[in-house]
């Protein structure tokens, strides 16, 4: 590495430490955007905002949301995007989003992406939207999906396939018996994978096509995976200063 490029790394590091920006995590269900979210957010001191989380802690805590949201996510389905945009901007709200947040399942269609498009680009002074998107293959997800168990004390996830915990089916941290995702059968999976397809898909097109935007090889080993995304968003970061810099002369 030369020291010219050892110092933009360095430079960028730095700012992305203090003041990372909105960042959209996308990619079918199964990808690990939850795992990667996880990780980075607590890197760059920003928060992971999942909005498969909240709807599942409103469904969890019989809120008038989640009692709408239940029996759809139960199907594979889509909640409608106007609870969603409306879960979203009362989260946004809270002070700890100002340097930025990792989105992470959102927008997940066009018009989620459009009412976000709208919202941050209203916001005087903060960064734009960069997207990121996780790519990997039908079956690898399936078998993720399927394999997926969560301790519900402290939230570790484990694969039994992929990343078993030492004794079966109980959490490694602090034994506490593992449980499965409701929506994390093979059945449901399908009917997540056609929504992707038919409406989430078009959102990574349209970031595609706006710029800021990468993707990232998810079938490496989680680390790998973390590496190519923190790459991703530091050059995106990156180009993005550059080009400002350019602007203002
Ligand atoms: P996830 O944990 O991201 O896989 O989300 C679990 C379920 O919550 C999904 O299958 C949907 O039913 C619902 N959900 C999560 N995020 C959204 C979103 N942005 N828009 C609509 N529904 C969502």
């Known amino acids: 590495m030369t020291s010219a490029v050892a110092d933009a790394h360095v430079e960028v590091k ?12 996308l990619g079918a269900p199964g990808v690990g955007k939850g795992t990667q979210a996880k990780e980075l957010a607590a890197k760059w001191g920003i928060p992971q905002i999942s909005t498969g989380d909240l709807l ?26 106007d609870l969603v945009n409306q879960m979203v901007a009362e989260r ?9 947040y990792i989105l992470d399942g959102y927008p997940r ?15 005087a002074g903060v960064l734009p939207v960069i997207a990121v998107s996780i790519q990997v293959g039908y079956n690898e997800l399936l078998r993720r999906i399927t394999g997926r168990r969560i301790c ?19 959490c490694d941290l602090d034994g506490t018996p593992l449980v499965r995702r409701s929506d994390d059968t093979e059945e449901v999976f399908k009917e997540r994978m056609r929504t992707y397809e038919s409406q989430t898909a078009p959102v990574v097109e349209h970031y595609r096509a706006l710029g800021r935007f990468e993707e990232v090889d998810g079938s490496q080993p989680v680390s790998a995976v973390a ?15 550059k080009q400002q810099n350019r602007v203002q002369g």
């Open 109 to 123: 269609t066009l018009g989620q992406a459009a009412w976000l498009d709208q919202h941050i680009g209203a916001e």
């Open 152 to 170: 519900p004390v402290c939230g570790t996830i484990y694969n039994i396939y992929l990343q078993p915990p030492k004794v079966d089916e109980k």
């Open 227 to 241: 590496a190519g995304v923190e790459g991703a968003v530091e050059r995106l970061r990156n180009s993005e200063q």
């Open 92 to 100: 946004l709200k809270q002070p700890d989003t100002a340097q930025g």
């Open 14 to 25: 730095q700012d992305l430490k203090g003041n990372p920006g909105p960042i959209l995590l």
């Open 56 to 81: 599942r802690y409103n469904r969890d805590h019989g809120t008038p949301l989640g009692l709408k949201a239940k029996e759809i996510m139960a199907a594979g389905k889509l909640v409608p995007d």
